[in-house]
């Protein structure tokens, strides 16, 4: 009996050892990943950072540099007219006209080693009297107009900068629908607290959305959207591509009443329509758009349509064609009736225009008119030429 007692106090001291060894043991392992040594340390941060980087966040880092600020003071024209309004008191007490210098900003991308920057021309404006670019370095610069172009909404500047970073173009026909883009620019003003471009990701909406001309005489035709978060002041922004390549300027967005910010609808110029238009700034410093067609036109009437027995309600007939003119050398003639051009319906004169515009055509190129004649349509050459 007294034999069995000492073999399970023997085998309890064992286990009782065993125990403490074991916890000891547990102990040590908890000590050592509590407190990693610097190496280890070292190789677990390296893991964390390399799994926070992607795609975006290196495009980011890579076109930042590029983005520059933009602040504009330019002569803005006000007009104050008196407390009578009355003809007879104008006449003596005529409207005050008064100029006050007005402040605004925008974004731009440097798009060439020698300092080219491309934004849009309602960042710049007109009557500009000082142009200040601000780079993520901090710095500043005057920057030169080198060439602006209302009609398509771009414009060039350029800064005394050697050695710019700058972003490659892509090509804008190739954009798919549904791939991850990102916005870059200075919306708000917020460029200046850091010296730090604003990033905003999205994807691509839609293509060839068509606005056509707008009140301000932009035209705005084969747009890209995104729902890359545009606001104001990142007119003139880079939309870049997971490539870091350029496939839009930033330009507008569409807002609801209550809210002048981004819902997720912004708008950007394909950067192929931008690439012909920066060409021919850098090289002639504008785009001579003036155009005539020769032609002078009047609105139809119900009683013109009744007496020449056109089928349809609208379009615009030839009242007098100028002597020399492109139009004289074609086979139109007065009184012909010119229904579409370019296969847009015609209401109007000013409808010529505007198709013309939309169309992005210059003297020298074609329009193809669709003119009812003696109860038949035809179809007519008519060549621009350049207004006199």
Not at 201 to 219: A, C, K, W, Y
Not at 224 to 251: K, P, R
Request: charge should be positive.
């Amino acid at each position: 009996m007294t034999k069995k007692r000492t073999l399970i106090s023997l085998s309890i001291f064992v286990l009782f050892i065993m125990i403490i060894i074991m916890i000891f043991h547990n102990y040590s392992l908890i000590k050592e990943i509590k407190k990693p040594e610097p190496q280890n340390r070292q190789i677990i941060n390296e893991n964390i950072a390399t799994n926070r980087q992607n795609a975006i966040t290196k495009i980011i880092e890579e076109c930042s540099p590029t983005i520059v600020g933009i602040h504009v003071t330019r002569i803005q024209k006000y007009t104050q007219s008196n407390s009578f309004n009355d003809p007879f008191f104008n006449h003596f007490f005529p409207p005050r006209i008064y100029n006050e210098k007005v402040k605004s900003m925008g974004s731009g991308v440097i798009i060439s080693k020698d300092g080219l920057i491309l934004t849009n021309a309602h960042v710049v404006g007109k009557n500009a009297l000082e142009i200040v670019v601000t780079s993520t370095t901090g710095e500043k610069f005057n920057a030169e107009i080198i060439g602006i172009d209302d009609l398509s909404d771009i414009a060039v500047l350029k800064i005394n900068k050697k050695n710019c970073p700058f972003l490659k173009m892509s090509n804008s026909d190739e954009i798919i629908i549904g791939e991850w883009v990102v916005a870059l620019g200075n919306p708000f003003g917020l460029f200046d607290l850091n010296f730090q471009p604003v990033a905003t990701i999205g994807i691509i909406s839609s293509t060839n959305l068509d606005f056509g001309e707008q009140q301000s005489g932009r035209v705005y035709q084969d747009m890209i959207q995104t729902d890359a978060s545009i606001n104001s002041g990142n007119s003139g922004g880079a939309l870049v591509n997971v490539l870091g390549e350029i496939i839009g300027i930033n330009t507008f967005i569409f807002s609801n009443a209550s809210s002048s910010g981004s819902i997720g609808i912004g708008f950007a110029i394909p950067i192929n329509r931008v690439k012909e238009i920066v060409d021919e700034l850098v090289k002639n410093g504008k785009i001579d758009r003036g155009f005539d067609t020769g032609l002078i036109v009047q609105i139809l009437n119900p009683y013109i349509i009744n007496y020449l027995k056109i089928p349809v309600k609208y379009g615009v007939i030839i009242t007098d064609i100028k002597r020399n003119s492109s139009a004289a050398k074609t086979n139109l003639k007065v009184g012909d009736v010119i229904l579409e051009v370019n296969e847009h319906k015609v209401k109007n004169d000013r409808d010529i225009y505007r198709i013309i515009n939309e169309n992005y055509l210059r003297a020298g190129d074609n329009i193809l008119l669709t003119v009812w004649r003696e109860g038949k349509k035809h179809k007519i050459n008519l060549p621009l030429e350049k207004s006199k």
